[in-house]
């Protein structure tokens, strides 16, 4: 079972409207949780970077929400346009990996965002 | 752009062959890191080079492997290709042991026929 699950694994909006993107993790202890977006055959790129200790982190039109206690995220995109179509990772880097030297991150399979006109 | 340059672009080749995928990392960065991801997958993590040394290995096959340099650019050799390795390889970089300042470069499309 992966430790990051993401849900819709595909949405369709309207440029304009707002949308939220779940994430829910078992990655624990860990040391901060990522969203990133990732154009269609472009590399990932970081979006937010949350502590455990934070509740929320904003880019611009991203808003991330961490409950460390459900261990759930959140990202919410508002006033959404046609350039938001991507897919949109949550990443949770584990505290007890990265302390003994391996690689700390563990990925999602991401929500497919489709923006239309 | 990213910091991390990926080379080639693209890259189409047979069954059976021996390719090698380049990762400069970003200036200053001593971590570099190898995914794959196939079509409509996850990032699957490869393996890690922290400084010239081999520090963490995930799903990588025998057939894969790979080497950071002491310019700290590193190589992915892929070798006896077969058609499940169409993919997307990413490389990252970190400063450290990838906690934060991870960055991803532009990847390397691999078509095998």
């Known amino acids: 079972k992966n430790q990051v699950e993401q849900s819709p694994q595909s949405l369709i909006i309207l440029e304009g409207k707002n949308c939220t993107l779940q994430?829910?993790?078992?990655?624990?202890?860990?040391?901060?949780l990522r969203w990133y977006k990732q154009d269609t055959g472009r590399g990932p790129v970081s979006l937010t970077i949350?502590?455990?200790?934070?509740n929320t982190k904003s880019n611009g039109r991203y808003t991330a929400t961490l409950d460390a206690d459900t261990k759930q995220s959140s990202l919410h995109i508002t006033a959404s346009q046609l350039s938001d179509s991507a897919s949109y990772i949550c990443?949770?880097?584990?505290?007890?990996?990265?302390?003994?030297?391996?690689?700390?991150?563990?990925f999602g399979k991401g929500t497919r965002l489709s923006v239309i006109a | 752009d990213s910091g991390v340059t990926q080379t080639p672009k693209h890259l189409i080749t047979a069954t059976g062959q021996r390719v090698t995928l380049r990762c400069s990392p970003r200036?200053?960065?001593?971590?570099v890191y190898w995914y794959q991801q196939s079509l409509d997958q996850g990032l699957q993590f490869l393996i890690q080079?922290?400084?010239?040394?081999?520090?963490a290995k995930g799903n990588i096959l025998e057939r894969f492997s790979a080497q950071q340099f002491p310019d700290l650019h590193s190589e992915l050799n892929l070798s006896s290709l077969e058609l499940g390795d169409s993919a997307l390889y990413f490389c990252?970089?970190?400063?450290?042991?990838?906690?934060?300042?991870?960055?991803f470069g532009s990847g390397t499309r691999l078509t095998v026929v």
């Open positions: 990443v949770v880097a584990d505290r007890v990996l990265g302390n003994s030297g391996n690689t700390p991150l563990v």
């Open positions: 080079y922290y400084n010239g040394e081999e520090r």
């Open positions: 990252a970089s970190s400063p450290g042991r990838g906690r934060r300042g991870y960055t």
């Open positions: 200036s200053g960065d001593l971590s």
């Open positions: 994430c829910n993790y078992t990655v624990s202890p860990f040391s901060n």
């Open positions: 949350m502590t455990f200790s934070e």
